[in-house]
């Protein structure tokens, strides 16, 4: 696909702020939602054609199949990245694969209720008087 004349003004006029991204369809369906730390440089690369060589066919398809996108700006990459998780389970695009699990982000627990607090590893934050902190993206965040 060669981006449309709209396309290509609507990316320039995106600012160089982090944020998400949703591509969407010819019918507007969202097919694939993305973060950037820079939303301009980042949607640029989708309509830029001298480095269609380099995709694979995945990416190709997606790219002609882009007929319109919008973007949300984000205080930081942390907010952008739960935001895309959030998003990705609402659509559920059908080019996003990783967070489509239903998978929530780890928080630790510490429990107050004992005498001496315990600390556990939890995806559900219950309302049971312990501290929660979090979420973390993985456990090696923690």
């Not at 640029?44 to 995945?58: A, E, L």
């Not at 990459?77 to 780890?106: G, H, M, T, W």
């Not at 429990?111 to 993985?138: C, V």
């Amino acid at each position: 696909m060669t981006a449309t004349k709209a396309i290509r003004s609507k990316v320039s006029e995106l600012p160089h702020k982090p944020g998400i991204y949703l591509m969407k369809d010819r019918l507007g369906t969202v097919i694939y939602v993305g973060k950037a730390r820079d939303l301009r440089k980042r949607v640029s690369q989708y309509f830029h054609p001298s480095r269609r060589m380099g995709w694979d066919v995945k990416f190709r398809a997606l790219v002609d199949a882009i007929h319109d996108f919008d973007v949300h700006t984000v205080r930081g990459e942390a907010e952008a990245l739960l935001l895309e998780s959030r998003l990705i389970k609402q659509y559920k695009p059908r080019y996003n694969v990783s967070f489509r699990d239903d998978k929530r982000y780890l928080m630790l627990k510490v429990n107050l209720n004992d005498p001496i607090p315990r600390f556990a590893l939890t995806r559900l934050k219950l309302d049971d008087n312990a501290r929660y902190f979090g979420p973390f993206p993985s456990s090696s965040a923690l």
